[in-house]
C-alpha cells in the first residue's frame, strides 16, 4: 500500500495536471500515467509537415475569376463575327447585284421609251408624207383638168368664129383668151401646191424637233435616275464600311481585354482591319456618278426629211406666159388644125 505521503504527492500531481487540462489517471487516483500521458507540464510537441501558404486558395479563385472573364470577353468578340460576314457579304456581292438589276431594268424601259417615241414619230411623218403625195395627185388633176378646158374652149370658140365668119384676129384673140384661163388656173394650181407643200415641210420640221426633245428629255431622266441609283450605291457602300469598322473596334476591344485576363492574343489585327474599313468609308462617300452626254444620233434625229416640192410634181413649169400679138395682116387665112 501506498504511504500517506505517496499519495499526497500523487494528488498535487494530479491537481497540477487537471489545471493543464490533462486526465491524472486511467482508471483511478493514484495510479500512474499511462504511455499516452506526459508527466510534465509542456504539451505534446508536433512533428514538423510541409509548409502551406495561406493565400493559395484566395489566388486559385482570383485566376479562375479572371479565367471566366478573358472567356466571357472571348465569347462576346466571336459573336461579332456572324455581324461583319454579314456586312462583307452586302459590301462584296449584295449591293453590286443590286445596283445591276436596278441599272438593267433603266436600260430596258430607256430602250423601250426610245422605241416608242421614235414609232410616234414614224407614224406622224407618214401621214405628212401621204399628205405630200395627195396634194401632187390634186395638182396634177388640177392641171390636167386645166390643160383639158383649153383644149376644149379654144375648139368652141374656134367653131363659133368661123361659123360666124369672123376673122383671124378674132380668131387669135380668142386662142389667147383660152390660154389666159388655162394659165390662170395653173398659177392658182401652183401656188395651192406650194402653200400645202410648205405646210408640210413646216409640220415635219416641227415633229422632227419635237421628237428629238421627247428623246433628249428621256435621256436626262433616266440620267438623272442612274445617277440616284450610283449614288445610293455609294452611300450604302460608305455606312456599311463605317459599320463594320465600328464592329472590327468593338471585337478588337473585346479581344484587349480578354487578353488582360491572360486570355487570347488581343486584338491588335483587328484594329488593322478597322482602320483599313474606315479609310474605304471616307472613299465611298467621295466617289459619284459621271452623267453621259446627249448621243450624237439624238441631236442629228429626223423622223422624216424635209420633202422637195419640186421633185413632187414635175409638171408645174409648163404654166406658160402669153406674150403680147401684132395685128394681122391682109386677108390671108391660117390654118389652125
Known amino acids: 500500500m501506498a504511504t500517506a505521503y505517496e499519495e499526497m504527492r500523487a494528488r498535487e500531481a494530479a491537481g497540477r495536471r487537471a489545471a493543464a ?10 495510479l500512474p500515467p499511462g504511455p499516452d500521458q506526459h508527466t ?27 479565367a471566366r472573364a478573358g472567356n466571357r470577353y472571348a465569347s462576346q468578340a466571336a459573336n461579332l463575327d456572324p455581324q461583319i460576314a454579314s456586312l462583307t457579304h452586302a459590301l462584296t456581292v449584295a449591293f453590286k447585284q ?16 426610245f422605241d416608242l417615241l421614235k414609232e410616234g414619230g414614224t407614224e406622224r411623218a407618214a401621214e405628212f408624207v401621204n399628205s405630200a403625195k395627195d396634194t401632187s ?43 389666159r384661163n388655162w ?9 395651192a401646191y406650194f402653200d400645202t407643200m410648205q405646210s408640210i415641210n413646216q409640220g415635219i420640221t416641227d415633229l422632227n424637233v419635237d421628237t428629238r426633245t421627247a428623246l433628249s428629255n428621256t435621256h436626262n431622266q433616266t440620267e438623272t435616275e442612274r445617277e440616284r441609283l450610283w449614288q445610293d450605291y455609294y452611300n450604302r457602300r460608305s455606312e456599311s464600311f463605317t459599320q463594320l469598322g465600328n464592329l472590327y473596334t468593338q471585337q478588337a476591344d473585346y479581344r484587349d481585354m480578354a487578353k488582360e485576363q491572360k486570355v487570347g492574343e488581343g486584338g491588335g489585327g483587328v484594329k488593322t482591319q478597322a482602320e483599313t474599313a474606315y479609310m474605304d468609308a471616307a472613299k465611298e462617300a467621295g466617289l ?20 422637195d416640192t419640186k421633185v413632187g410634181n414635175t409638171n408645174l413649169a409648163s404654166a406658160v406666159t402669153v406674150e403680147p400679138y401684132g395685128k394681122a395682116e391682109g386677108a390671108t387665112l391660117r390654118s389652125w388644125a
Open 40 to 66: 510534465n507540464n509542456r504539451p505534446p510537441t508536433k512533428k514538423p509537415g510541409p509548409a502551406v501558404d495561406p493565400n493559395a486558395a484566395a489566388r486559385a479563385e482570383a485566376n479562375a475569376a479572371m
Open 21 to 30: 487540462g490533462q486526465s491524472s489517471t486511467r482508471g483511478g487516483i493514484g
Open 288 to 307: 459619284s456618278y459621271t452623267r453621259q452626254g446627249l448621243p450624237s444620233w439624238i441631236k442629228g434625229y429626223e423622223a422624216q426629211k424635209r420633202l
Open 98 to 113: 443590286s445596283l445591276d438589276q436596278n441599272l438593267g431594268d433603266l436600260d430596258a424601259l430607256l430602250a423601250e421609251q
Open 137 to 179: 395627185k390634186a395638182t396634177a388633176a388640177k392641171q390636167e383638168s386645166s390643160f383639158s378646158n383649153l383644149v376644149r374652149e379654144r375648139q368652141d370658140s374656134l367653131t363659133g368664129i368661123l361659123e360666124q365668119g369672123a376673122g383671124e384676129t378674132d380668131a387669135l384673140r380668142a386662142m389667147v383668151m383660152s390660154a
Open 183 to 191: 394659165h390662170g388656173n395653173a398659177q392658182e394650181a401652183n401656188r
